[in-house]
């Protein structure tokens, strides 16, 4: 090939080749860690479902109208989403930039910084999706009834874990050192998780925190989840925490996407 | 008519206060093998960079493929492969596995997939160790894997950025005939290096890079003919005598550069008056002249 006109073809955004490129370098690196991480993100919330439910739950049988064990068992949906989205998007971003050099190979290929980010968030919202029913399906074991309404707690849980694993990209995408991450993690994660009536209802909390979980995604995932597993309550209020997620999803993803730009195109 | 693979005008690229690269113009002819050549901090790392769109100009043009970038750079993309100087190998995979997810970022057609992997392996010479995990590999069939990967999809342009760092002899030989053999069968390529020798036996055309900017352009020969001549004559002897040798070399119009433990006197064909061992002048004196650097 001697000369050659280049056929002036302009490759659009958010091409699905390069999406599904980027899934399948998640995937089959999955495939050869899948043990650790489904280990952790399902025993990790096994055990605070046991642990609370059975040590909390000796103390009090019903929470706001709902057997513990069925307040924790959904609750705890959340804390799962937070868990295996948030934080191995965190620390995912973060190693494969800083340390194996992952993102220098994958944007020599026709792939942007906007279809990579896009592509390990859905990746990690679809593990969140599957993660999310794994605690409440061992509910199911210890006395939560089965109900319909069940089989939406994947996509509440893929969605609100995308907009978890958008959040950790893009703090990553803002760390300095992995050191970093403690700031996020104990200054915003961890208030988060425990103020989002997952353990106990946030009406007994100080008006200011009541507010102030309005604007805590987990909180909107925890009364979806909820209302999901024991019936809708009210559609406009559901619809409300639906568009909270929807809302907060669009935001980390636009913001991942925008902070990785900054760091990866110099 | 576009008749460079790659064509760089003006290009400046700073970093804070930094200008690393500052005015290049650069040309990669098709089917040709061209030489980014120069000390470290000379700004080819961020050359090549720029090349895939992951460093923006400040100013400047940049055409790869015919393509325009930034705006084109991902169509210049798709046709093009890139072997990195870091090795960014999905380390717990195996190498058919880091192949296969390459064929996938790199858009190779399903029907074609395995087809492209076995070419790979060959190319690579890594059938045997198909089910290898990339830890278990050794330097050398690392390099050679991440050429491969670079290859998937056949592209016509390949960016190599300093290929054989860091490699025992033997082994960038064998990536030497590798590279031959691709710049025979047609593919363009552009290559940064800091070994001088392999610029000079694999490179129609080197370009001398020196604090963001291109000092030389031409084919090594003739680099070495206008910035060396012929004949070097190497004089050694105490850091006094290396001195006075040097001043009176230059007090005859002639060129020298210091080595640890000598001086080369280059541009002095024919004279006969100067004791010191004859040499054949080479691509590394015309380095070290122009960029007044030592390399390693």
Known sequence: ?266 | MVNSAIRLRGVVKRFGGITAVDGLDLDVPYGTCVGLLGPNGAGKSTTMKALTAQVILDEGEIEVLGYRLPDDSKQARAEMGVVPQLDNLDQSLTVEQNLQVFSHLYRVPKAERQAAIDRALDIANLQERRTSEVDALSGGMRRRLLIARGLLHQPRLLLLDEPTVGLDPQVRQELWALIDRLRSEGVSILMSTHYIEEAERLCDQVTIMSHGRSVAVGPPRDLIAQHAGTEAIEVYGSPAKLGEVEAEARAKGWSTRRTGTSVSILHANGDTNVEGERRITNLEDVFVLLTGEEIS
Not at chain 1, 96 to 120: M, R
Not at chain 1, 178 to 207: C, K, N, R
Not at chain 1, 228 to 246: I, N, P, T
């Open chain 1, 1 to 266: 090939m001697a000369t050659a006109t280049a056929p002036r073809r302009r490759l659009g955004r958010l091409e699905r080749a390069a999406l599904r490129g980027v899934l399948v370098r998640e995937v089959v690196n999955y495939s050869s860690f899948w043990r650790s991480s489904t280990f952790s993100s399902t025993i990790d919330p096994t055990i605070y479902l046991l642990a609370f439910g059975f040590g909390f739950g000796s103390l009090v049988s019903t929470v706001a109208g709902y057997d513990y064990i069925d307040f924790v068992g959904t609750g705890i949906v959340a804390t799962t989403v937070l868990f295996s989205g948030a934080f191995p998007a965190m620390y995912g971003t973060f190693v494969k930039y800083q340390f194996q050099h992952t993102y220098d190979a994958i944007l020599a290929a026709p792939v942007d910084t906007e279809e990579l980010v896009t592509g390990e968030g859905l990746w990690i919202a679809a593990r969140t999706g599957t993660y999310g029913c794994f605690p409440m399906l061992v509910a199911i074991i210890f006395g939560l009834d089965p109900s319909f309404g069940m089989l939406l707690v994947p996509f509440i849980a893929g969605l609100a874990g995308f907009g978890w694993a958008n959040f950790g990209i893009f703090i990553a995408a803002r760390a300095k050192s992995i050191e970093s991450f403690s700031y996020w993690q104990s200054g915003l994660l961890t208030p988060m998780f425990l103020v989002a009536g997952t353990f106990f209802p946030i009406d007994g909390l100080p008006t200011w925190a009541q507010v102030l979980s309005n604007f805590n995604p987990l909180f909107h995932c925890v009364e979806l989840v909820r209302h999901a597993v024991f019936g809708f309550e009210g559609v406009l209020e559901d619809l409300g925490h639906l568009a909270f997620l929807v809302a907060f999803a669009l935001v980390a993803w636009r913001l991942a996407i925008n902070f990785m730009e900054k760091r990866l195109i110099l």
